[in-house]
């Protein structure tokens, strides 16, 4: 289940620009420098290879680092796209931590949880495939799940409370909700096939916008007291 | 994504006991019967095996057939497994128009085509790893958003429009509903080790129960005049 290409608002199917992934908080030294130029240059690659397994040399290539740093910086390929994952989602968490410390209502901390979840779908496009396909081989999958869905969950909790407690929303069970939320935005993506086919839409920035507040409206309704 | 074993109400992971096939309408001669015991075979066997693949003689075995009769009643195994998913597929369209041609109201027939959804998975666990098996080997993907899509999104019209009319619905644009339902309803059995691990949840009868009751509250809540 996956998203590559984005469209354009005319519907051309492009590749979508890489953005830049979020950075680590401490300056960058020595092997360190080399670590995010790999990094940065395999999330480039994904996107652009409609998430494709690029080589370790393509990758490489782009990063402009000898063949032998992936070894010496990820002990291979599969710790480079293992840390590639642990980068977005610490990324998406530090993102969640953040809006769930502001003052904003808890109505309004909906409204941009939802539309932060389905970005993450639109700058992460390769992010559900390569966690599979990591997934495949072992206990990433409990991991994942611990490293997204805890922290999720708990946020869910805080701000179901935040609104039942400002009267703003009916009481509803937070992991419900949660599946809720994550089920109807990753849809989209996952079975683009289904969206672009049968539907005649084209997944380009006026369906994720037209999805965004779609979304938000039938949740806030949804809960509303 | 998978979900494969369902558990029981205390908790304790069971094989769940497959049900039956969909039946054709025609009365069943010759080689079809045949055909019908290998369908109900790999059925019951990817229920069992929590979608890992039987192989052909464990499926004749089942069927009680001879080990021939795969290649002469399908082609191959292959063959054998996309008429599984096309008897599945038409078996819960047909439920589909079903429902659309009942008299009830725009609410009870969402109520129940929620439900239905949400029963699908539950019924047929394999169906979506095995359709992703198969459409990665070509325009499967396409055939199969054709084959549920296309009607499923004209429900979607005419329910939302049907609603609409007795004032009770607000006006909801069809596409993104139908993303919206059905992404809910296949997230919590896609992501089952979120829901198992870090919600502590488990995914049997009782929690099928309550995220149905959930998902219908929200829906209905959402999109109500």
Same mark, same amino acid.
């Given at each position: 289940?996956?998203?590559?290409?984005?469209?354009?608002?005319?519907?051309?199917?492009?590749?979508?620009?890489?953005?830049?992934?979020?950075?680590?908080?401490?300056?960058?030294?020595?092997?360190?420098?080399?670590?995010?130029?790999?990094?940065?240059?395999?999330?480039?690659?994904?996107?652009?290879?409609? #998430?494709?397994?690029?080589?370790?040399?393509?990758?490489?290539?782009?990063?402009?680092?000898?063949?032998?740093?992936?070894?010496?910086?990820?002990?291979?390929?599969?710790?480079?796209?293992?840390?590639?994952?642990?980068?977005?989602?610490?990324?998406?968490?530090?993102?969640?931590?953040?809006?769930?410390?502001?003052?904003?209502?808890?109505?309004?901390?909906?409204?941009?949880?939802?539309?932060?979840?389905?970005?993450?779908?639109?700058?992460?496009?390769?992010?559900?495939?390569?966690?599979?396909?990591?997934?495949? #081989?072992?206990?990433?999958?409990?991991?994942?799940?611990?490293?997204?869905?805890?922290?999720?969950?708990?946020?869910?909790?805080?701000?179901?409370?935040?609104?039942?407690?400002?009267?703003?929303?009916?009481?509803?069970?937070?992991?419900?909700?949660?599946?809720?939320?994550? #089920?109807?935005?990753?849809?989209?993506?996952?079975?683009?096939?289904?969206?672009?086919?049968?539907?005649?839409?084209?997944?380009?920035?006026?369906?994720?916008?037209?999805?965004?507040?779609?979304?938000?409206?039938?949740?806030?309704?949804?809960?509303?007291?």
């Amino acid at each position: 289940m996956n998203v590559q290409i984005i469209c354009n608002h005319h519907g051309v199917p492009r590749t979508r620009r890489a953005t830049r992934l979020p950075q680590p908080a401490e300056e960058l030294r020595g092997a360190d420098v080399t670590r995010e130029k790999l990094l940065q240059a395999t999330h480039e690659l994904l996107i652009e290879r409609a #998430g494709a397994e690029p080589s370790v040399s393509q990758i490489c290539e782009r990063a402009g680092v000898q063949l032998a740093m992936v070894s010496y910086c990820f002990g291979g390929k599969a710790g480079l796209f293992d840390a590639l994952i642990e980068r977005t989602t610490t990324g998406v968490i530090s993102e969640l931590e953040r809006l769930a410390e502001t003052e904003l209502s808890a109505e309004e901390k909906l409204r941009r949880h939802v539309a932060a979840v389905i970005h993450n779908y639109v700058r992460y496009p390769y992010a559900n495939q390569l966690s599979e396909r990591l997934a495949a #081989g072992g206990r990433a999958a409990e991991r994942m799940a611990e490293l997204i869905g805890r922290p999720m969950l708990g946020f869910y909790r805080e701000l179901l409370a935040d609104g039942v407690a400002d009267g703003r929303f009916r009481e509803v069970d937070p992991t419900m909700l949660f599946f809720s939320v994550v #089920g109807m935005c990753e849809f989209v993506f996952a079975a683009r096939s289904w969206l672009e086919g049968p539907a005649g839409e084209t997944l380009d920035d006026a369906l994720v916008e037209r999805f965004t507040d779609h979304t938000v409206e039938l949740l806030l309704r949804g809960i509303a007291a």
